[in-house]
Every structure is written in structure tokens, then in C-alpha cells.
């Protein structure tokens, strides 16, 4: 029996704009954002696992879809499905931007459905989506402050409860300068059922062929725990 939540037809998530400009000229490199590194969120379950979907260049595979189901207690993914624009084959149907998106979300689609059932995820319920670092959460001041000195690093700090490191990820000194690292805190997704947040983050850095490559990744929260 499917389940109560997925009680109607999953429709595409809408669009986060989570971006910043690049320093640079954005005429000459485009800014942070472009039409293929895109972050759509789907929900949360109750028992704090996030689902969301996002779209980028997979340069060779061409523009690529992943869904991904994680647990934003332990922060690991349980659950992918991803489908390319190279496996729907050569079709003039699919030579705008909006169509293949469209037909790649078809193909994921169906498993992706399964996939909330199974964790409970609510497609439905409004996300709370807050932009930058600093937020008020049930009047509780919070800090989600990210470092990049020799490795990438986030922390969540509150006042009067003490701080936490939530996230850390080494990276050579030689790597950001020879790559152009760039990292920053976009926002955080509140879930409506705990007091536990995504945080959502942008790392860019110099790919393939002097292309900047764009992505984000979530890192979870307890507002009430782990503080020292």
C-alpha cells in the first residue's frame, strides 16, 4: 500500500536559488549559478531524512539528474537515482534545456516516489528555507560559520549553548590555490518536525577545460545537542 504521504502525483520540486555572484566580472564568468547546477528540495521525514533533487553538466554524459535521499542525523546518503541526458539518446525532442529536464525527471521519477514512501519523506509539507548565516531559531541565536584555512570546515555556533564542528573535509593548500577553491554557507532548511536543520553549502573551484565547477552539499544540524 503506498503511503499516506505520497497520497498524489510528485510533481517537479521548485528551484532554490541559493547562488552568489563571482567576484570577477560576471559578464566574463558567468557568476556562481548557471542553468545546469541547480538544488531542488522534496522534504523531510520525521525522523530527519531530507530528500532533494539536482540537475548539472556531467560534461561527457551531458546534463545529468540525481535524486538522493539523506540522513541529516548521520549526514550519509541511504537512497540515489540519477539518469543523463546521454542515455535518452539523440532526439530533437530533447534539444531544449526545459525538455530534457523534463524528460529526466520522467525517468526518475517513478523509483523516486518509491523511495519517499519507504522513508516517510513528505513531498507536500512547506520547506522552510532561510538564506545566509546567522538565523534566529525559537529565539535561540544561531551561527553556521564555514573556514577554509587548509581544509574546508563548518561550524554551528550558539550563544550561551557553546559551539560544534559539523563538517570537515581536507583540502591542500597547493589544491586551492592552483584550483581556485571558493566555499560558502547558502542557507539552511528547517525541518518541520524536529529541531534539526540541513545546512546547505557551495564549494566552485577551476575544472575541466579552465570551466569553474559549481555544487552544493548538505550537512545536518541538532539546535538542541552536542554543544561545548
Given at each position: 500500500m503506498v503511503n499516506a504521504v505520497?497520497?498524489?502525483?510528485?510533481?517537479?520540486?521548485?528551484?532554490?536559488?541559493?547562488?552568489?555572484?563571482?567576484?570577477?566580472?560576471?559578464?566574463?564568468?558567468?557568476?556562481?549559478?548557471?542553468e545546469t547546477s541547480t538544488f531542488h528540495p522534496i522534504g523531510w521525514s520525521?525522523?530527519?531524512?531530507?530528500?532533494?533533487?539536482?540537475?548539472?553538466?556531467?560534461?561527457?554524459?551531458?546534463?545529468c539528474i540525481s535524486v538522493a535521499v539523506q540522513d541529516m542525523v548521520t549526514d550519509k546518503t541511504v537512497w540515489s537515482e540519477s539518469y543523463t541526458s546521454m542515455q535518452l539518446g539523440e532526439n530533437e525532442d530533447?534539444?531544449?534545456?526545459?525538455?530534457?529536464?523534463?524528460?529526466?525527471?520522467?525517468?526518475?521519477?517513478?523509483?523516486?516516489?518509491?523511495?519517499?514512501?519507504?522513508?516517510?519523506i513528505n513531498a507536500k509539507k512547506?520547506?522552510?528555507?532561510?538564506?545566509?548565516?546567522?538565523?534566529?531559531?525559537?529565539?535561540?541565536?544561531?551561527?553556521?560559520?564555514?573556514?577554509?584555512?587548509?581544509?574546508?570546515?563548518?561550524d554551528c555556533r550558539a550563544k550561551d549553548m557553546g559551539s560544534k564542528t559539523l563538517y570537515e573535509q581536507d583540502i591542500s593548500p597547493e589544491d586551492f590555490e592552483?584550483?581556485?577553491?571558493?566555499?560558502?554557507v547558502a542557507g539552511i532548511i528547517l525541518s518541520p518536525y524536529e529541531d534539526r536543520v540541513a545546512i546547505l553549502y557551495q564549494t566552485s573551484s577551476k575544472g575541466f577545460e579552465f570551466i569553474t565547477?559549481?555544487?552544493?552539499?548538505?550537512v545536518g544540524c541538532n539546535l538542541n545537542k552536542g554543544f561545548k
Open positions: 505520497l497520497g498524489q502525483t510528485l510533481q517537479f520540486p521548485k528551484e532554490i536559488v541559493y547562488y552568489e555572484l563571482e567576484e570577477e566580472d560576471p559578464e566574463e564568468n558567468g557568476g556562481h549559478y548557471t520525521p525522523d530527519g531524512k531530507f530528500a532533494y533533487v539536482k540537475i548539472f553538466d556531467g560534461y561527457s554524459d551531458g546534463l530533447y534539444a531544449k534545456h526545459s525538455e530534457n529536464v523534463k524528460a529526466l525527471w520522467n525517468k526518475v521519477k517513478p523509483k523516486t516516489e518509491k523511495a519517499l514512501a519507504k522513508y516517510k512547506e520547506l522552510d528555507y532561510r538564506k545566509k548565516t546567522w538565523h534566529r531559531i525559537n529565539g535561540q541565536p544561531y551561527k553556521f560559520a564555514l573556514t577554509t584555512k587548509g581544509k574546508i570546515q563548518i592552483m584550483q581556485e577553491y571558493n566555499a560558502y565547477d559549481q555544487s552544493f552539499a548538505l
